[in-house]
Each structure stands twice: as structure tokens, then as C-alpha cells.
């Protein structure tokens, strides 16, 4: 059974930096195209980057409003992917969830919640 | 990007009614469309996924079809417990991108 869980949420003032953290089971992690999708309360679903696996190059890439800001990176030893917050704004205040596709088949995690105040 | 535009943004419905949401992309993705539902404080919970192939456990009354651009979502027959908000997302390219959601109301 294909499981993403999240965890590393919590609360931090504007500035501030924090490490979320989504480990993957059930599927060969190492092959895996792993996103990070976030929803801020209220709000529609926002993409928030992607990391590639690393026989496929191990790019990465990211949506406009965290460029610069947010780095992912994968641990493939672990079966985890990290999300590198800092600079946080109020506005990236929001639940983050993991995502991973396999054969078209989408998998989320639960999410992780990030309150920046 | 692509695109995702759904359609309605919200909708009044009574239990037993068929219920119709549409979602069209900016650009043909073929068939890599997903539909989900969410619920208050919960996850997005998937329903449908490569446009018309039902998530296991998922009620057959849910039923997604469509390809290139335009795609729907149909329950046939609205139940209480569906009542949430519905959201589609294609997964044709990077940015993955969602619709605006749909929020289906008790009438």
C-alpha cells in the first residue's frame, strides 16, 4: 500500500525557516517524481514545486511565489523528501501535502499545517 | 502553465439530483485529468483519475469522462454525504494545476 506522510509543520513568525519532511513507502522511492502541493485555509490548491528522481536528473523545480525561497530535496536512503521553507511570509500559511503519481494514479499524504504569524 | 477552468465555482443541489461539474484545460493534457472531493479540514480525497477510471472504494455514482480539453464529472445521483467541494487537476506537465473548485450546497 502506497503511503505519503508529511510532518515538520507548525508555527513560525515572518522570516523564519522550517523543514518539512513527507516519507514515502510502499513504492520504489528512489524512481519517484515526488510533489508538494499546499492549500491555504479557504483556498483552492496550489502547487508548490516538484523534485525529479535522481536517474532522471534530480530536477527541480518551482511555482513563481516561492522561487528563491523554497528548495526540495530528497533523501533517497530515507524514502523522504524535504521541503526547505525560509523567508516565510503569512501568505505561505497553509496545509502542505506531498504528492506522488504512479501509472496516472495520484497519492496524497494527509498534510502537514504551516501557520506563519 | 496550463490552464484549469471549472465550472460552476457553486451549485445549489437536492438529495437524488444529478449533479454535472465541468472542467476545461487551456491546452489538450489527453486523459491526464484528476477529479477530487474535499471536505472541511480534511485532505483532497480522489474519486477519479486518468479522466474516467474510478478510484477503489468510490461510490459508482461518481463518473468522469472527457479527453484533450474538456472533461466532466457527474454524480447521478446526489447522496448527503456528497455534499463538499470538487476540485479537477491535471497532471499532463509540470506546474501541476487545479480548477478553482466546486462547491455543491444543500438546496
Known amino acids: 500500500e502506497v503511503q505519503l506522510v508529511e510532518s515538520g509543520g507548525g508555527l513560525v513568525k515572518p522570516g523564519g525557516s522550517l523543514r518539512l519532511s513527507c516519507a514515502g513507502s510502499?513504492?520504489?522511492?528512489?524512481?519517484?517524481?515526488m510533489n508538494w502541493v499546499r492549500q491555504a485555509p479557504g483556498k483552492g490548491l496550489e502547487w508548490v514545486g516538484r523534485?525529479?528522481?535522481?536517474?532522471?536528473?534530480?530536477?527541480?523545480d518551482y511555482a513563481a511565489p516561492v522561487k528563491g525561497r523554497f528548495t526540495i530535496s530528497r533523501d533517497d536512503s530515507r524514502n523522504t523528501v524535504y521541503l526547505q521553507m525560509n523567508s516565510l511570509r503569512t501568505e505561505d500559511t497553509a496545509v502542505y501535502y506531498c504528492?506522488?503519481?504512479?501509472?496516472?494514479?495520484?497519492?496524497w499524504g494527509q498534510g502537514t499545517l504551516v501557520i506563519v504569524s | 502553465d496550463i490552464q484549469m477552468t471549472q465550472s460552476p465555482s457553486s451549485l445549489s443541489a437536492s438529495v437524488g439530483d444529478r449533479v454535472t461539474i465541468t472542467c476545461r484545460a487551456s491546452?489538450?493534457?489527453?486523459?491526464?485529468l484528476n477529479w477530487y472531493q474535499q471536505k472541511l479540514g480534511k485532505a483532497p480525497n480522489l474519486l477519479i483519475y486518468?479522466?474516467?477510471t474510478l478510484e477503489g472504494g468510490v461510490p459508482s455514482r461518481f463518473s468522469g469522462s472527457g479527453s484533450g480539453t474538456d472533461f466532466t464529472l457527474t454524480i447521478s445521483s446526489l447522496q448527503p454525504e456528497d455534499f463538499a467541494t470538487y476540485y479537477c487537476?491535471?497532471?499532463?506537465?509540470?506546474?501541476?494545476?487545479f480548477g478553482g473548485g466546486t462547491k455543491v450546497e444543500i438546496k
Open positions: 504528492t506522488h503519481t504512479i501509472f496516472g494514479h495520484p497519492y
Open positions: 510502499g513504492f520504489t522511492f528512489s524512481n519517484a517524481w
Open positions: 523534485i525529479k528522481s535522481d536517474s532522471d536528473g534530480g530536477t527541480r
Open positions: 491546452q489538450r493534457i489527453s486523459n491526464y
Open positions: 486518468t479522466a474516467s
Open positions: 487537476q491535471q497532471s499532463y506537465s509540470t506546474p501541476l494545476t
